[in-house]
């Protein structure tokens, strides 16, 4: 274990930054594995990557809960719906090799920073939903009053997107889960934030519970648990400092980042 104690460190990092933009920190975490361990298969990758992300969601979530951040209901409904997607994405890990996996998810970490650059905003507060649906209000413990409206059948549809291609990617999902809730549900974004928090953990459990049984953890334990022990730390310290950032700041964040990694996997695929 002891040869493992400097990632702590890097999961405290990791931890802070997918706290802050309610990512995560997969999409941080998987890159950065591949990158250090370049004969693993993607299955033990996405499976401590998938595992890390819930330690980091989970204390994330308690800090966000702490705040009154979350919208329970519509977390309810989107994790309901992310569990089916990430089941089968986890046993489908061991069918992808490791060039087509760094392809695939390069390709998916610059598409989803275009799409954060150039997608539509919407003002938090609007209580007129695009597409007609459910009216939502939100008081922080601050209290930040938040009233905003979405169709939870577009919810549904999209979340069962995010918990396939998430799991068998082993990002966790925050990274699409953010921008969807943010730019096409019409969330404020520190709630989109917050709420994708409580989802994640619930999804990523899910993905880490058939790992398990898969036994694919075998190698990955120690791993897990360094990392695992930095983002727990990590999480509450970037959900404090969520509330000294400006929700448009950490979507540019978010994008600067998919982009920049998404861009360094294709360069080492090929």
Same mark, same amino acid.
């Given at each position: ?10 999961? =405290? ?18 890159? =950065? ?88 905003? =919407? ?136 982009? =920049? ?10």
């Amino acid at each position: 274990m002891e040869h493992y104690l400097w990632l702590v460190p890097v999961g =405290f990092v990791i931890g802070v930054y997918g706290t802050l933009i309610g990512a995560g920190g997969g999409f941080v975490l998987v890159p =950065f594995l591949l990158i250090l361990y370049p004969r693993e298969e993607p299955e033990l990758i996405t499976s401590v990557s998938l595992a890390v992300v819930f330690f980091n969601a989970l204390s994330g979530t308690i800090a966000y809960a702490r705040m009154a951040r979350i919208d329970y209901k519509s977390g309810l409904l989107f994790s309901a719906a992310t569990v089916p997607g990430a089941i089968l994405g986890a046993l489908n890990t061991a069918y992808i090799s490791r060039r087509p996996f760094d392809v695939i998810l390069g390709l998916l970490m610059i598409a989803a920073s275009v799409f954060l650059m150039i997608g539509p905003r =919407f003002a938090p507060g609007c209580a007129k939903p695009r597409h007609g649906g459910l009216i939502r209000r939100l008081v922080e413990a601050d209290g930040t009053v938040h009233t905003f409206a979405y169709n939870p059948l577009l919810g549904v549809i999209m979340s069962l997107f995010v918990g396939y291609f998430s799991s068998v990617l082993g990002i966790g999902g925050g990274i699409i889960h953010v921008p969807v809730l943010a730019n096409l549900l019409n969330f404020p974004v520190h709630v989109a934030t917050a709420t994708s928090h409580f989802a994640l953990a619930i999804m990523t459990l899910t993905g880490t519970l058939v790992h398990l049984l898969k036994g694919t953890f075998h190698h990955g334990i120690h791993r897990t648990l360094a990392l695992g022990a930095g983002v727990v730390i990590g999480a509450q310290v970037g959900a404090r400092l969520s509330r000294r950032v400006h929700g448009p700041w950490i979507i540019r964040a978010l994008a600067v980042a998919l982009v =920049f990694v998404g861009l360094r996997l294709l360069a080492a695929a090929f």
